[in-house]
């Protein structure tokens, strides 16, 4: 009964966004069609509530959840949806350029979620005047560097300080402090504004919808796991007998020695993940890091499939995690990004500028990041909406 309910909400929604009879595909929460060069999408960001966390049993109901809201992540799960009309960049060759995602979401996985990786900002003044973290310092086993805690507050979402340093949500400090559940999802803070509030979304690998994808239709050589805001398919990190690595691999050395972002407000410490800019691009160097792994007996973790990297048969993508090849859906071949069990998880660049509707999807706390007169001394400098 509870599946005809939320079946039934589901459409009428859908309707009432805009959702037309030229449905081409669809899965309970995820309508896609094609009008002319454009893809339409209709969707809410709820999973299938017949998935269940790994760790924590059935966890996803019509109603506040047993995992949601938990104390780092205090916040119901909400029927957050809404209606997208992106280019449809399918089977075609993107430019050299990298666009950075400036706060928007990524893009939109087959399942309704939103891929959206962002994460709050380091407060160099915070850091310095000792300001306690927000929330508090997380016990062990985690242990991050303490220079990157004092700048920690999980509300600063607009870089108030100019430091031009983002938080890595998903690193060893992040994760537990930011309250996700074995998914790598949690929900938006609550918000007034309709289609943000409680919106359940993904900051990595989003592996029950894999899991899904996998068990509907076992045996593909690939799984198409969504779209992106600039229009271009998201695949998952294998094609047949090759598997995808990044080429992205932690700077080796301290962050004081080398200003990357030029606000001289970085933080302490050595690159360890804490932050995005603790990370390069450096194909050779990471080719060499999983070689090194492997030579040693252990298994490489950065794709889901292993044997790849034991058989050597993998690929390191380009900066934008993207790569152009055949696909299921795309036989002739496409340019498409991939989401990856290693940094950056989900992609950081943009290949093409996204559709304006993917902005409509910023949480309203992100929005003053537009107004900020720091924006030309770090990674937005080039942008200008």
Same mark, same amino acid.
């Given at each position: !009964? ?12 859908? !309707? ?6 030229? @449905?081409? /595909? ?7 069609? #094609? ?14 509530? &017949?998935?269940?966390? %790994?760790?924590?049993? /059935? ?36 430019? &050299? ?6 706060? =928007?979401?990524?893009? =939109?996985?087959? +399942? ?14 915070? &850091? ?30 607009? +870089?108030?300080?100019? /430091? ?34 409680? %919106? ?9 919808? @894999? ?38 691999? #932690? ?38 890091? @999983? ?24 690929? =390191?993508? +380009?900066? %934008? ?40 999807? =910023?949480?309203?706390? %992100? ?8 924006? /030309? ?9």
């Amino acid at each position: !009964m509870k599946s005809f309910i939320k079946l039934s909400l589901v459409t009428l929604l859908l !309707m009432l966004l805009g959702f037309s009879s030229q @449905v081409r /595909s669809m899965t309970s929460n995820f309508y896609t069609w #094609l009008e002319g060069n454009f893809r339409k999408i209709s969707f809410i960001s709820v999973p299938d509530n &017949a998935w269940t966390d %790994r760790y924590f049993g /059935s966890w996803l109901q019509l109603a506040p959840t047993k995992f949601f809201p938990n104390a780092n992540c205090p916040y119901s799960v909400g029927w957050a949806g809404g209606a997208l009309n992106i280019p449809n960049r399918a089977g075609t060759m993107p430019g &050299a350029d990298n666009i950075p995602l400036n706060m =928007i979401p990524f893009g =939109i996985g087959v +399942d309704g979620v939103l891929f959206d990786p962002s994460g709050p900002w380091y407060s160099h003044t915070q &850091a310095r005047t000792g300001h306690p973290p927000t929330p508090p310092i997380v016990t062990p086993p985690y242990k991050p560097n303490q220079a990157s805690v004092k700048g920690f507050n999980a509300q600063n979402v607009t +870089d108030d300080d100019c /430091s031009g340093w983002e938080y890595e949500a998903l690193s060893t400090f992040g994760r537990p402090n930011l309250g996700f559940d074995s998914y790598f999802g949690h929900v938006q803070p609550l918000q007034p504004q309709p289609g943000t509030a409680g %919106r359940y979304h993904y900051h990595g690998y989003p592996w029950a919808l @894999v899991e899904k994808l996998i068990k509907d239709k076992p045996g593909k050589p690939t799984y198409l796991l969504g779209y992106s805001a600039d229009g271009f398919p998201i695949y998952a990190p294998w094609n047949g007998s090759v598997g995808y690595v990044s080429g992205y691999i #932690l700077t080796p050395d301290a962050r004081g020695r080398g200003d990357k972002t030029g606000t001289g407000k970085h933080p302490d410490g050595f690159y360890d993940g804490t932050f995005i800019q603790d990370y390069d691009y450096n194909p050779t160097a990471k080719l060499q890091f @999983v070689k090194n792994v492997v030579a040693k007996g252990v298994t490489y973790n950065g794709v889901i499939t292993p044997w790849h990297i034991q058989t050597g048969n993998y690929r =390191i993508l +380009d900066s %934008r995690n993207g790569i152009w090849g055949p696909t299921p859906e795309y036989p002739n071949g496409t340019y498409y990004y991939v989401i990856t069990t290693d940094w950056p998880y989900i992609p950081r660049w943009f290949a093409a500028w996204p559709d304006d509707t993917f902005k409509q999807l =910023i949480p309203p706390e %992100r929005m003053n990041l537009y107004k900020l007169a720091c924006g /030309s001394l770090h990674k937005y400098k080039n942008i200008a909406y």
